[in-house]
């Protein structure tokens, strides 16, 4: 051979392939694994570009709640350099110093909670002011002058103070000069009830109340780039006193809003892992279909002299075009596909308006060219085995074939992707085992529905007996078929089902007419006066729970000190982590809703008289997880000073509480017998209509000294976000229905080359149409009704493993899915299966039997 | 240019061994043309696969343009097959994906010839379906599907053609069309041709025939060229 001809020879199998693929892709004959292809990049690229878009403006929301993206809290100033080492890596900051102090106006004083706030703050959400009292708040983007101070309204109420009036906090005076409505990071405890003033930074010194003896919290705050940030930790890391120093970030929030998200992003990932398992499913069917098309040109070009390394090039570089091609046209369409649905949305659905990430579309390459290697590896393996005979002898197939290889390589590889991907070998493993599950209680059922169909089928050859003796003939064939349509029902179910059932817990937490006003310091006096006055004008209050602020002396004979000094506290905390030194206590027999006792025995059957605890010892229920923090449980003793009394209790019964509920919640319920003798104070809820608001000051005027708090904007924040979350995850919801369908109809037409020639003989041999199409509706009528049986049932078990495991939710049976499921199967697999065969029928027999040659 | 020795194959089936060939010994001349006729699953395509190189026989030798066949693995015989062999199906056997042209090419283009597009326009021109170049083989009738094959078949001038049921698949006319042309070429290019056939006209058509019987080879002494049915007598073939 020439030289020239040894280049004709090398450049060959890419000119063929490139020939091959190019008529191949004009006739539409790899519209199927091209649309696999295209569809896995498509639909990863868009559900992960749009969940970044969408976690970022959520997670610019929960930032507000912090005020930023991190957050350095501490009982000493800061070291100052720290703040000039987070310039260095390119973060913006920003300091806040505060402290209760008491404010005097008027001859009146009141104890506030003091804010002094740097210029820069802010650095996420912003301040509101109300234009009057109580009204709702208008962001701006100032803050305080030096010698200006911002008042919360009911401030201005308790000092009898208006805008332009002089107040003192500490040793200076300040000019109030606006009513402050919320600052992001104000927080909310009906405990710490005091109203807040925002002062300028450079003014707290001036005031002298952050000298010793002081309870100060000094926070510093950093936005900026995630990985300038992580940076910054790591070198700011060493110099930290974890006692002393706390660092928190938008994860941390576990406020009902930051687990609303941060469910909302494992739901995302869950419904990125399916895209991606429907995805590989997808090519590997197609994959397999190619590859048996291939059998012949394959067994023709070594015949006429191919040598195997050329036909292996030939489709490795056909399946690089395949690949590559999809992967472009796979990356365009997902683009467009995720920015429709953000402007069918808009109005919505916040997202971020940064357009494009890098990651979503790496993982989607990734996915593209993992899925078209690893899935078409073993067809393609099969494709080179061809023997040169097969020109001869046309029933001789691949000599390399192994299923369970290909099972293992194929489901190693969506293991893989899930892993990599998710970065979350939990949530991986549990989709990946309730799939094996799947797969051995459907080859079982198969065989079962084999031996069914024997009894079934049997009689005079009719629409129904041929449906049979298909499903009997192609047994394997069938079971594959079935694995994969039952795959794929489980895994739309498990994104319907988690969907609807996040969706609901997430409503559920805030129904209608949940609370949306607190009030503390109600007294006994006021008491009965309150709750007809508020009956009166038909609003109903939540229940009133007496309060009263108990100092732990001792947890059993551990004495635990109460004359801390400043640098002890946090220490005394590292052993009885939680709860400082004082808790809010309350005493009822009854049993707040919300509330489930998981250990001993709720005290409303107790009295002093069937007690078998020791003399003067009351019966307390602890919350579950104050309980672990604090390292106390059943049969524990407190003792508390209340007032200037000791009382004694020992822990019968441990709580778990819904805090996601509006409603106050307390630690310690102690029996009412440990409190006869103590004054309380009351504290409850009510829900009051937003039309009604211009009532509240009328409402509130016989009660002067309650406090109130709005907690109605909150609210609303919560909704609101839940509201964009569950639109989002609709359109999550919608996307991979659409790709699990697309896999149903890939999976439909692959099984139809082989029908075809079925059809054809069966055509020839007179069968009416009506017959034929009969029987091949029932034939997938009965695959798609087992598969959807089988999906309501992996589908149980998926859920049960990921509700409980990875999204801490309270887990259910879903039994009306057991219905629904195989009817849908039934029928959209019927339906498919009939389009499908419906083109082929319409064919007259002379092309279809054209076809099969 | 054809030489085979003892050739056996044997196949495993669920009931032990079974011998498809029995010791198979003879040889054929070059430019000779032999037509291999038999009923069905008497093992004419097995000792056809055998001698185009695209199986393995259990035992003994082939010797192809002085070649030894049996000593040759896969790739070396595909080489062989690409340089010296070329082939006519009962089904044709083109490409789907690809266009008549393309499909004349691809033998040119395996082994290197130089020109492939130039040299596959000429023999399809030869074989009357030059209008037909750009066509994909399901809008080609059976017979242009087949005069196709024959073009593709002759491309690389082979030296040796197999030919499987050429025929089998076509209707009187284009069958008659067919062996015109496959025998004009093959004259044309002094080809050794290798026929597979139950066609006893066609078997005619060749200057030797052997029939195959239950795996055993006997030359075929015809006494009377129109009637090569009335008489036959079986000797064994050339040892």
Redo the contacts between chains.
Sequence with gaps: ?SN???V??KT?PR??AW??FK??AK?G?LSIILFAIILSVAAVLSLSLFSERLQGALTDRSAEFIAADRQLSARHPLDPLWIAQAKTFSLATAEQTSTRSMAFANDELALVDLRAVSDTYPLKGSIKLAPELFATGVATTQIPQTGEAWLDSRLFQLLGVTIGDAIELGDASFTVTQILSEIPDGGFSVFNADPMVLINQQDIAATNVTGPGSRVNYKAYFTGDENDLEAFFDALSPQLDRQIHRWLSVQDDTSPIGESVARAEQFFLLASLLAIVLAAVAIGVAAQRYAQRHF??V??????????S?IRKVYLYQISFIALLGIILGTIVGFLLQQIVVSALAGTVEVSLQVWYWRPLLIAIFTGSVCALLFCLYPLLGLFSI???R????DISATFSSRGGQYITAGGAILLMMWVYSQNLKISLILFVSGLILVGLLLASTFGLIALGRVLGKGRMGAWQLAWARIKRRSLDNSVQLISFALTIMLLLVVLVMRNDIVQQWRDQLPQGTANYFLANVTEEQRPKLVEHFAKNGIDTDGLYPVSRGRFVKVNDELIRTDITKEDEDTTNETRRGLGREANLTWDTQLQSGNEIIAGQWHDQWTPQNSTLPEGVYPVSIEERVGERMRIGMGDELTFNIGSEIVTVQITSVRTVNWQTMQPNFFFVLHPAAMSQFRANYITSFYLPPERKPELTRLMAPFASVTMFDVDARINQVRSIIDQVSAAIEFILVLVLVAGSLVLVAQVQASMDERQRELAILRTLGAKGMMIRLSVIYEFLIIGLVAGFMAALANEVSLYLLQTNVFQMQSSLHLEYWVIAPITGAVVVGLLGAASCWRLLSMNTQVLL??M? | MIKTKDLIKTVSTSEGELQILQPVNFSVEAGESIAIIGASGSGK?TL??LL?G??TATSGEIWLDDAPLHDLD??AR??????K?G?I?Q?F???????AL?NIM??A??????NPKARALAVLKQVGVEHRAGH?P?QLSGGEQQRVAIA?AFITSPKILFA?EPTG?LDAQNSHNVETLLFDLNKQSHTTLILVTHDPELAQKCDRQLAMTAGELVEVISNNASDGNSAQQDQEASA
């Design positions: 051979m020239l001809d040894t004709r020879v060959l000119q063929l020939r091959l008529h191949e006739r004959e012949d040109p067994a023709i070009m070594k015949t006429l002299g191919a040598s195997t050329t023997p040169p005979l020109v001869l002898r046309r054209r076809k040659l | 395509s056809l696969g185009a695209l199986d896969e790739e595909a080489q062989l097959r690409g340089e062999v082939f199906f089904s056997m083109l490409v789907p994906s690809l266009t393309e691809l033998p283009e395996i082994i290197g010839l130089d994909y399901n593709r499987d698949n």
